[in-house]
């Protein structure tokens, strides 16, 4: 006779469709019912939580002895019948007139029992007291709720139910790897429901990957999507989701009202909040993608709706996942899914605020990056472009608005200007000649605004390599400029036609023109960097004994402010120039330290150039396999930049050439391959590892940094490093603590360091290279 199965106990229901991952979730949640006794599940509408529920319940029938039992709220409209309704999901029979919160107690008092309660967010309120008198009254009792908020009571933990896995936007995947994610396998799965002979090739993994990602792999989304496919292709649905409120609906009869369609589950979010936070979801709608408090503040506030109401809206609309918090070591950043984004654009456009909000987005970003060019004469140069980095979806919003819009063209011309060192600095040159060229083509022709656009336009050509447009460029700033006495940028142009002539092996006109510009425009200190180090490289390819005082003239003038990115250049132009006197080991070090200033950047030309220069180095020295494969990271890193070395002049590339036939000479052809395919195969942080990769190099950037303390700062740095304190060092020098605090601090803004210790380490290190 056959073991007979044991007694279920409670009301979950069998599932009808598979389910597809979330099994570190379902683990996750049990080890949490284990020691928790409320666990509320949370996330946005449609991401699974109903269902993740269930399963959760499925798999803990053994636990729980007598009975797992679940409450779906989600037709219960009266916050006084919460507890009726789970007192009738129990089966509860009770003839008395007791309140059914009695009954509960009564019934579960003695019972290891799990109640789930699905769908809370529109009864939180009564839903936490039912939830709190039931754990204080019922000791063995467990509860797992689903909400779009947490419960806020007492002992109550929280588990955020995340969108299903999918791959990175971008990589390049198989069928077979399809299936370790979550979105593309429900996707599929569900599709073939509706469509069994659907098959997948390689050529539509990217419209698989596309259509999760646009859906935020949500699920819900997700298999509303898929019932398409009964009669669209992927990439048919693909080029439809940019309605996706009118394309993702369900004809299923049995789903509740709210589940039939996308655009009703948010709407039930959105009744949900409060009108307060309705405006604030569909302000935020402006941004793309991550946004800071700070930028909410400044974007979205206004008399009706208050600055210093920003904060605590967003924590509601955290609180109920229609914000997120983004993942960030820095000041918290916020985002939101597209899908409830796109909703909110939806009620933004219905409340007739979307060009003013596009107009103050863009004045907002406007301000930011003209705050980071205006203090890019100091020390905070890495974090300004990492700022402007991290914003670049929004600068790119803005950007898009202000070249479409007839009325912000001077916004935009002042925006492409001010991103200069964004696009120039920071790996851009792409992007940054788009939008100047839309800037351009949409301004009018004599406006003052967009002369300083010209000469920035030139300056991003000059470094794609487009020498002829660039000097147009350049002769229309100049004749502009003249007319409405724009001195600062006839200073600039002036030295961008040094650069021209430079790039075009014209040193003698070069030269010529870089010193009449530090000549002529003295204050602008900048310009005077930026036109210094070109001047030290067109000395040095004149074979000038001046160049390496020029380049040590731009260090000083750099280190007087704590700037960081035209003292690379300067090292670099040293560097060369120690090189074309055959002083290679000199060389290195200028250029290693150069090159170490260059990681905490992201300027593409200015990491290649200084990889370039250094496998020259390497072959001058006879570190053959070295600059071969020197030549094959920098070989990836020009491909990835889309210019190379001839962008920079003939006397460059003549360089660069008889590197390669120095590399070709002296090794095997099968030896060399190998080393330049090595290169090659080395990403961008990768690249810059290999090359700073040596003992010279480790040391250079230590070496130089010594230059810049001054011989007492050096004094108390060395005496720092042998463990005396600040009096100690101050009675050795005879001078008054005071000044020693002084010296230190100085020290430690020189260096970038943050303690003495780190100070102790960085002499240690000094001195062992001596």
């Known amino acids: 006779m056959a073991p007979r199965k044991p007694r279920v106990v409670g009301n979950v229901p069998f599932p009808i469709t598979s389910f597809i991952g979330r099994q570190r979730d379902i683990r996750k949640v049990r080890e949490m019912l284990a020691t928790a006794r409320l666990v509320t599940l949370t996330g946005v509408g449609g991401v699974g939580k109903t269902r993740l529920a269930t399963e959760v319940a499925s798999a803990s029938r053994q636990s729980y002895p007598d009975g797992v039992w679940l409450v779906d709220l989600s037709r219960?409209?009266?916050?006084?019948?919460?507890?009726?309704?789970?007192?009738?999901?129990?089966?509860?029979v009770d003839m008395s007139n007791r309140s059914a919160e009695e009954q509960l107690v009564d019934r579960l008092a003695d019972l290891h029992a799990l109640l789930v309660l699905d769908n809370c967010e529109h009864l939180v309120e009564t839903s936490s007291a039912l939830c709190d008198r039931l754990l204080k009254s019922c000791a063995e009792l467990r509860i797992l709720t689903t909400s779009r908020e947490a419960l806020g009571i007492m002992g109550e933990h929280v588990y955020p139910v995340l969108p299903l896995s999918m791959?990175?936007?971008?990589?390049?995947?198989?069928?077979?790897?399809?299936?370790?994610?979550?979105?593309?396998?429900?996707?599929?799965?569900?599709a073939r429901a509706v469509r069994p002979e659907l098959t997948v090739t390689e050529g539509d993994m990217d419209a698989v990957t596309r259509v999760c990602h646009r859906l935020d792999g949500i699920p819900l989304a997700?298999?509303?999507?898929?019932?398409?496919?009964?009669?669209?292709?992927?990439?048919?649905?693909?080029?439809?989701?940019?309605?996706?409120?009118?394309?993702?609906?369900?004809?299923?009869?049995t789903a509740a009202p709210r589940q039939r369609t996308l655009r009703a589950l948010i709407d039930w979010s959105y009744e949900l909040s409060r009108p307060a936070e309705r405006l604030l979801w569909a302000r935020l709608s402006v941004f793309a993608g991550e946004f800071t408090?700070?930028?909410?503040?400044?974007?979205?506030?206004?008399?009706?709706?208050?600055?210093?109401?920003?904060?605590?809206?967003?924590?509601?609309?955290?609180?109920?996942?229609?914000?997120?918090?983004?993942?960030?070591?820095?000041?918290?950043?916020?985002r939101m899914l597209e899908t409830i984004r796109e909703y909110g654009w939806h009620r933004l456009t219905e409340l007739g605020e979307s060009d003013t909000l596009r107009k103050r987005h863009c004045d907002y970003y406007l301000a930011l990056a003209e705050r980071i060019a205006g203090e890019w004469n100091g020390p905070t140069q890495p974090a300004g472009l990492a700022e402007l980095r991290t914003e670049h979806g929004n600068l790119q919003a803005a950007l898009d608005w202000a070249t479409s819009e007839p009325t912000a063209t001077r916004e935009a011309l002042a925006l492409v200007t001010a991103l200069r060192y964004h696009w120039c600095a920071d790996g851009f040159l792409g992007d940054g000649r788009?939008?100047?060229?839309?800037?351009?083509?949409?301004?009018?022709?004599?406006?003052?605004?967009?002369?300083?656009?010209?000469?920035?336009?030139?300056?991003?050509?000059?470094?794609?390599?487009?020498?002829?447009?660039?000097?147009?460029?350049?002769?229309?700033?100049?004749?502009?400029?003249?007319?409405?006495?724009?001195?600062?940028?006839?200073g600039w142009v002036n030295s961008l036609r040094g650069t021209l002539a430079l790039f075009r092996g014209r040193v003698a006109d070069s030269i010529s023109t870089f010193e009449s510009v530090i000549t002529d425009y003295p204050e602008d200190a900048d310009l005077i960097r930026l036109t210094l180090f070109q001047l030290a490289m067109s000395q040095a390819h004149a074979g000038d004994r001046r160049a390496q005082a020029t380049a040590r003239q731009a260090i000083r003038l750099a280190d007087e402010c704590g700037e960081q990115w035209s003292k690379s250049y300067a090292l670099w132009a040293l560097g060369f120039d120690r090189h074309v006197h055959g002083e290679h080991g000199e060389a290195a070090v200028s250029t290693c330290a150069a090159l170490e200033i260059q990681s905490r950047f992201n300027d593409r030309v200015g990491t290649a150039l200084m990889i370039e220069l250094l496998a020259w180095i390497a072959a001058a020295g006879g570190e053959h396999r070295r600059a071969a494969r020197l030549l094959g990271v920098v070989g990836s890193e020009w491909r990835r930049?889309?210019?190379?070395?001839?962008?920079?002049?003939?006397?460059?590339?003549?360089?660069?050439?008889?590197?390669?036939?120095t590399a070709a000479a002296s090794l095997p052809e099968p030896v060399r391959r190998a080393e330049k395919a090595r290169g090659e195969d080395l990403d961008h942080e990768q690249a810059i590892a290999y090359a700073l990769d040596r003992h010279e190099c480790a040391a250079a950037a230590a070496e130089q940094e010594h230059d810049v303390l001054t011989t007492r700062e050096q004094q108390v740095a060395e005496l720092v490093a042998k463990g005396l304190s600040n009096r100690q060092i101050?009675?050795?020098?005879?001078?008054?603590?005071?000044?020693?605090?002084?010296?230190?601090?100085?020290i430690l803004g020189k260096l970038g360091f943050s303690s003495r210790a780190q100070v102790a380490a960085w002499t240690a290190q000094v001195e062992r290279v001596r």
């Open 730 to 746: 101050a009675e050795r020098l005879v001078v008054s603590p005071r000044t020693v605090d002084r010296h230190l601090e100085n």
């Open 167 to 190: 791959p990175s936007s971008g990589t390049t995947i198989t069928p077979t790897g399809l299936t370790a994610f979550e979105a593309p396998t429900l996707l599929l799965e569900r």
């Open 434 to 490: 788009r939008w100047i060229d839309r800037a351009l083509r949409n301004a009018d022709r004599y406006s003052p605004d967009r002369v300083p656009a010209l000469w920035v336009a030139a300056w991003v050509m000059l470094l794609q390599g487009d020498h002829a447009q660039a000097e147009q460029a350049l002769d229309e700033c100049a004749t502009h400029a003249a007319s409405v006495a724009d001195h600062r940028s006839i």
């Open 293 to 334: 408090l700070a930028a909410a503040e400044g974007v979205c506030a206004d008399p009706d709706l208050p600055r210093k109401q920003i904060l605590d809206l967003i924590d509601h609309l955290v609180a109920q996942s229609i914000v997120l918090l983004a993942p960030t070591d820095g000041l918290p950043r916020y």
């Open 641 to 661: 930049i889309g210019t190379s070395i001839a962008a920079f002049g003939p006397h460059l590339v003549e360089r660069h050439d008889t590197c390669e036939r």
């Open 76 to 92: 219960v409209g009266d916050p006084d019948l919460v507890a009726d309704a789970v007192v009738t999901s129990l089966g509860v």
């Open 222 to 253: 997700i298999e509303l999507a898929a019932s398409r496919l009964r009669s669209l292709t992927l990439n048919g649905l693909l080029e439809r989701l940019d309605d996706r409120f009118t394309l993702l609906t369900a004809d299923a009869r």
